[in-house]
């Protein structure tokens, strides 16, 4: 009933800036709150960032706090990963994912997003 599509990954140089979208459709208030995983080769996903619908709960994985920026606009259906500082730590496929609530988006989606490649060269 809902549906993900990323866009705005690439190849950045280390300290350079991306910023991720994701634009869902379909039953959208279904999933009121969104947030994004990445997986890195031969790595488990890990837990990114997540947001409430509201956009006044917001969440950080340790390891990005102070360098990403989660946000979404609502009227166009989107949200949002500023990625500032980039790291090669950071390399990885990055996925939208969406559930009723901040704490499903965080520890188990339902629903994910085909990914977008991210890469960060040192």
């Known amino acids: 009933q809902v549906q993900l599509v990323e866009s705005g990954g690439g190849l950045v140089q280390a300290g350079a800036s991306l910023r991720l979208s994701c634009a869902a459709s379909?039953?959208?208030?279904?999933?009121?709150?969104m947030g994004w995983f990445r997986q890195a080769p031969g790595k488990e996903r890990e837990f990114v960032a997540a947001?409430?619908?509201?956009?006044?709960?917001?969440y950080y994985t340790d390891s990005v706090k102070g360098r990403f920026t989660i946000s979404r606009d609502n009227a166009k259906n989107t949200v949002y990963l500023q990625m500032n500082s980039l790291k090669p730590e950071d390399t990885a496929v990055y996925y939208c994912?969406?559930?009723?609530?901040?704490?499903?988006?965080?520890?188990?989606?339902?629903?994910w997003g085909q990914g977008t490649q991210v890469t960060v060269s040192s």
């Open positions: 379909g039953r959208t208030f279904s999933t009121p709150a």
């Open positions: 994912t969406a559930d009723t609530s901040t704490t499903r988006v965080r520890t188990g989606p339902g629903y």
């Open positions: 947001i409430s619908w509201s956009s006044t709960n917001k």
